[in-house]
């Protein structure tokens, strides 16, 4: 109410400057109807503020000579001498009780009465010539056009800009202290006058609140619902050109919240609730933000409705079911969706939510939504504090300059060490910071431009950047400053383009962009409800039954898959790191020589994506074309013929894909330490392949050397055969494994072919045997 009286002061004080002429002009010429409406819509005023702001003096006053000038406005009365002074001095009083408000001082109201009773027809004539009476408190405000506040803060900025263009000049030379210092007293000035200018600009957001307790009375009565509302914070300042931008999302928010989300009264006494619906509106200030809060405590947002709506329209039901809690929220933004289904005044065109959201982006803000169903919705609003200067940050990349807002970024990070990583999925980059995966953005590429080559092999800088649907990685050649920037509108031409927020000129003296982070995510097309998924995927892999793999298509064009537990990373190398040395492939990766597996033909190819693979000790490298997804295998798994890389073949989605033997990958490519030789067992009768396939890995796991024939000069330890393989004549303890589960006899000293333990057990108990002899 004190923004409104001092409102109220203003208004009132420059109009009484010049009404007292008007009222002389319009006694010599009373036919003058202009200077009469004048004269009548000041008192008119005057009544309809006092009866607002409660001061009955006020309003007795001005009441009183507007029922007289209405008589005059009507031909009923004749504006006699008399009848003027008495009007000058109703308006004189009405000066002085104003200056009185201001100043919190008493006014004698004696007078009042008498001043009144003046303006009657055939009253005593009263004496006016004197003017207002008492001193007059200094006025401490003036009311400006916006024009010229636009033209204020236009003429600061080009003065920031002139200093910073000085500033960089004279770092080019040898600098004179005392110029220096004088330079310093300027950039504090000019920082200091910038600060005061910006601040002629920031207005109380009750401007943008005080229309709300109308809208929602109206909105509620419409439906039949009633609604208590609560508004706090309407003392936070904001840039008036916010304001302006944020007035419809608001009120299109608010409706919705009244429409879609607070039930009606017998729905809400049905679930428990009191019949009127709470809607709260608040607005803080967090560092260089606003927030602006609107929060209901109806049914929130029903996302299978909002899924069903969207699979009607023709989405794919189970990708939309596969999105995470927050995407599911996040469908309520989508263009021309409506989770009502009759079309009323408010709601159900599929028209608004979208566009909210674009508006906030626009001016560098974002939306998020906390629902919880049966109980409401949270909207919170971030917008920056201003819209003409914001706080940068400054990167470098193919050897130009951009800005990005700071407000917009969460880290910076660098591409070193194990935390950090950038792989590529389903042709996709893809980053991993500390165990959290985010979409990939090469700035270079998506700008054209060409990258710092010191940068393509690991070492970039990757800004972490937040958007309204998640977030994702920037990959840019290096960060170079910190700046707050006078931020213009860029030409038609690059704004269209969708990557750019605006231009500014910073003390480099060199135009440079301004960077829209959702447009950048809009243009990449990136899909953080996948991103969400597979990160997802990862996490619960292990509850489903089968195999966690990686799916890859391979260097002969096979798809196939390698358990995910072995694998470490996806990276692209050069084929120059590549080279065939010492018997076998092997590539150099972080100052490294791995050996390198490949089914493929490595020729021809300028760059090679590498699957690197570990065992816990070991490592290899697996040259791969490009990884697809992240699958689970079935528990049912084909196996190979021959012993080889390649294990077998399982079924996924209807497709045969054959699975990589990371056994065979290791124990044909993993450098290995010279170590005590294990005890050799020799596999006999292997007909069919299936001990092979199967029983050598288990006994290479367990600490055993396996051969299916034996080298010159080779003796085993014990050997392995099948109970249809004829014995006799070995030179070492024999192990025969049957297909049924019961034995043959009492003399049937053979094990069950799936007895794992009972397997392992036979074998050392044959070895320990042999070496007591």
């Known amino acids: 109410m004190d923004d409104l009286l001092q409102e109220f002061i203003a208004e009132t004080r420059e109009t009484l400057e010049a009404l007292s002429g008007e009222i002389v002009a319009w006694e010599a010429h009373p036919e003058d109807r202009a200077r009469l409406d004048a004269i009548f819509r000041f008192v008119h005023t005057v009544k309809g503020s006092c009866g607002f702001l409660d001061l009955p003096r006020l309003g007795r006053l001005s009441h009183a000579a507007e029922d007289v000038l209405a008589q005059v406005r009507e031909g009923n009365r004749a504006p006699d001498r008399a009848l003027v002074n008495a009007v000058l001095a109703v308006v004189d009083r009405i000066g002085e009780l104003v200056e009185a408000i201001e100043s919190g001082t008493g006014l004698d109201d004696s007078g009042d009465e008498l001043l009144i009773a003046a303006l009657a027809e055939g009253a005593e004539e ?40 000085l500033a960089r000049r004279l770092r080019q030379g040898e600098v004179d202290p005392t110029i220096e210092a004088a330079l310093e007293r300027l950039s504090l000035t000019v920082g200091e006058m910038r600060d005061t200018v910006t601040r002629t600009r920031m207005q109380k957001i009750d401007a943008l609140f005080s229309a709300l307790p109308r809208m929602v009375r109206d909105t509620a009565a419409g439906l039949g619902k009633s609604v208590m509302l609560q508004v706090e914070g309407s003392d936070v300042e904001l840039d008036r050109e916010m ?118 982006e626009q001016i560098g803000g974002r939306i998020e939504l906390d629902s919880a169903p049966g109980k409401g919705l949270r909207i919170a609003i971030h917008v920056p504090l201003t819209l003409s200067i914001i706080s940068t940050i400054v990167v470098g990349v193919g050897g130009q300059r951009f800005a990005i807002p700071r407000q917009s970024i969460e880290e910076i990070v660098t591409e070193r060490g194990e935390a950090i990583r950038v792989d590529e999925i389903g042709g996709s980059p893809v980053a991993t910071v500390r165990e959290r995966r985010m ?17 393509e092999d690991g070492g970039q800088m990757l800004a972490i950047v937040s958007v309204s649907e998640g977030s994702y990685a920037l990959a840019v050649d290096t960060v170079l400053d910190n700046e707050e920037l006078v931020i213009k509108p860029a030409s038609p031409a690059v704004m269209s383009t969708g ?33 969400e998924q597979i990160f997802e995927e990862e996490e619960e892999i292990e509850e489903a039954h089968g195999l966690p793999a990686l799916l890859f298509r391979d260097l002969d064009g096979v798809r196939r898959a390698v358990p995910l537990a072995a694998v470490d990373r996806v990276e692209q190398v050069d084929a120059g790191a590549v080279r065939f040395a010492a018997g076998r492939f092997r590539v150099t990766i972080d100052d490294r020589i791995l050996p390198l597996a490949a089914h493929g033909d490595l020729d021809g190819l300028e760059r090679i994506n590498v699957l690197r693979l570990k065992d816990g000790t070991n490592e290899v490298s697996y040259a791969i074309d490009e990884a697809a997804d992240i699958v689970v295998l079935p528990e049912e798994i084909a196996p190979a013929r021959e012993p080889g890389p390649i294990a077998g073949v399982v079924l996924v989605d209807g497709e045969q894909i054959e699975l ?30 299936w001990m092979a ?59 069950y072919r799936y007895d794992r333990a009972g397997l392992l057990s036979a074998l050392e108990a044959r070895v320990s045997g042999k070496a007591g002899r």
């Open 439 to 455: 979409p990939l953005i090469h700035l270079a590429k998506m700008l054209g431009l060409s990258a710092n080559a010191s940068h």
């Open 499 to 531: 990557l750019y927020a605006g231009q500014t000129l910073p003390d480099s003296g060199l135009p440079m962009l301004l960077l829209d982070c959702a447009g950048m995510a809009k243009v990449a097309g990136l899909d953080f409800a996948r991103g």
């Open 126 to 165: 009263i004496s006016a010539a004197t003017g207002p009476v008492g001193t007059r408190a200094p006025a401490r405000s003036v009311r400006l056009n916006v024009d010229l506040l636009d033209r204020m803060m236009s003429g600061m900025s080009d003065m920031v800009l002139a200093r910073n263009e």
């Open 693 to 751: 396939s199967f029983v050598k890995p288990l006994l290479e796991a367990s600490g055993y050397r396996v051969a299916l024939k034996l080298a010159a000069g080779e003796t085993p330890a014990v050997v392995l055969s099948s109970d249809e393989t004829p014995t006799g004549g070995e030179a070492a303890p024999v192990v025969r494994l049957r297909r049924k589960r019961a034995a043959g006899g009492s003399g049937d000293d053979s094990v």
């Open 660 to 689: 990589v033997d990371m056994l065979w990958v290791f124990d044909e490519h993993a450098e290995r330490e010279v170590e005590d030789s294990p005890p050799l067992c020799l596999i006999a009768g292997d007909n069919d392949g």
């Open 243 to 360: 304001i302006e931008v944020m007035r419809d999302p608001l009120v299109h928010i608010i409706r919705n919240s009244i429409d879609h989300g607070i039930e009606a009264p017998g729905d809400r006494r049905a679930q428990g609730k009191r019949e009127n619906g709470r809607l709260s509106v608040s607005a803080r200030q967090s560092g260089n933000q606003i927030i602006i809060e609107i929060a209901d405590d109806g049914r929130g947002i029903d996302t299978e409705r909002l899924i069903a709506k969207l699979v009607a329209h023709g989405r794919d039901e189970a990708q939309l079911r596969k999105l995470s809690a927050r995407a599911r929220l996040d469908l309520v933004f989508e263009p021309g969706l409506s989770s009502k289904d009759a079309v009323s005044e408010i709601s159900g065109r599929g028209v608004g939510m979208d566009i909210v959201r674009s508006s906030i």
